[in-house]
């Protein structure tokens, strides 16, 4: 198994709630297919580097995780039909 990492923005006007679910149904995802849950670290709201949808902010979250490598294909492409996520990216941790 491969070491990942996966870093998304949320939209900023978002309920806490929709936040935490949205969170939990990534970790799902992760899950489902195999993968490991390692370390989810929230950010919280940060100013973004430039505006994204006439907005300045975001809510970050990180979350590190093992899995086999057809798995960020699909949280991918997950996460880009998701309303509620603005940015994502996928990071694999052991390529040097």
Same mark, same amino acid.
């Given at each position: 198994?491969? %070491?990942?990492? #996966?870093?998304?923005?949320?939209?900023?006007?978002?309920?806490?709630?929709? @936040?935490?679910a949205?969170?939990?149904? +990534?970790?799902?995802?992760?899950?489902?297919?195999?993968?490991?849950?390692? %370390?989810?670290? #929230?950010w919280?709201?940060r100013?973004?580097?430039?505006?994204?949808?006439? @907005?300045?902010?975001?809510?970050?979250? +990180?979350?590190?995780?093992?899995?086999?490598?057809?798995?960020?294909?699909?949280?991918?492409?997950?996460?880009?039909?998701?309303?509620?996520?603005?940015?994502?990216?996928?990071?694999?941790?052991?390529?040097?």
């Open positions: 198994m491969t %070491n990942y990492e #996966v870093m998304y923005i949320l939209d900023p006007v978002s309920e806490d709630a929709e @936040k935490e949205f969170s939990e149904r +990534v970790q799902g995802v992760i899950t489902e297919n195999g993968g490991v849950v390692g %370390n989810v670290d #929230v919280g709201m100013k973004l580097a430039y505006p994204i949808q006439k @907005k300045n902010e975001g809510y970050y979250t +990180v979350i590190e995780f093992q899995a086999e490598p057809e798995l960020p294909k699909e949280l991918d492409r997950r996460l880009r039909i998701a309303d509620i996520c603005m940015r994502h990216i996928i990071v694999n941790k052991d390529e040097k």
